[in-house]
């Protein structure tokens, strides 16, 4: 399990000595993201992606849940009223429409949530249009005080900005 670490760092200078210093304690590029002013040249960096910025997972959650729900009320509803030629209800439908349902609000749901950016990020966009650039690592949990003790001692000019518990699997 990972643990996804925030930092807001002055400039594109610290960034980079910030990368090389995660590359040496072995954290892979591909678990380094940032987030900086739109235009800025982020050339050699791993800028982060629309699962980090953007409320996707979360809505894509959401709409599976609300979906599918929906889609099981109206499966169950359908069956009872128009039941099948013997005058039992067709149980089979609410499955189906439950699973339909479900992918449906999924696919919506995402689609919004790419569009919204993420809540938390807003509370960083003063500073990221100032010219900072905003790091977010994702660490092994047991390695957390190690990283976060490395970048303390070697970069004093960067801020921690606080930890997210869990991160999703795939992002």
Not at 14 to 43: K, N, P, Y
Not at 74 to 103: K, N, R, S, T, Y
Not at 109 to 118: E, K, T, W, Y
């Amino acid at each position: 399990m990972r643990r996804r670490l925030y930092w807001m760092l002055p400039d594109l200078i610290s960034t980079r000595r910030v990368v090389d210093d995660m590359l040496l304690a072995r954290i892979e590029e591909r678990h380094l993201h940032f987030v900086a002013l739109e235009g800025t040249d982020m050339s050699g960096l791993h800028p982060a992606n629309v699962f980090q910025t953007s409320d996707l997972v979360r809505a894509a959650e959401s709409g599976l849940i609300i979906g599918g729900a929906t889609g099981a009320a109206c499966g169950a509803l359908l069956a009872i009223v128009f039941p099948g030629d013997f005058g039992a209800p067709q149980w089979g439908l609410m499955g189906v429409l439950a699973i339909a349902g479900g992918l449906f609000g999924a696919w919506v749901s995402s689609m919004i949530g790419a569009s919204a950016p993420i809540q938390w990020l807003k509370r960083f966009q003063p500073r990221i249009e100032q010219g900072q650039v905003l790091l977010i690592v994702d660490v092994p949990r047991r390695r957390v005080p190690e990283i976060e003790a490395l970048l303390h001692s070697k970069h004093p000019e960067a801020t921690t900005e606080g930890m997210e518990p869990n991160i999703p699997a795939f992002p």
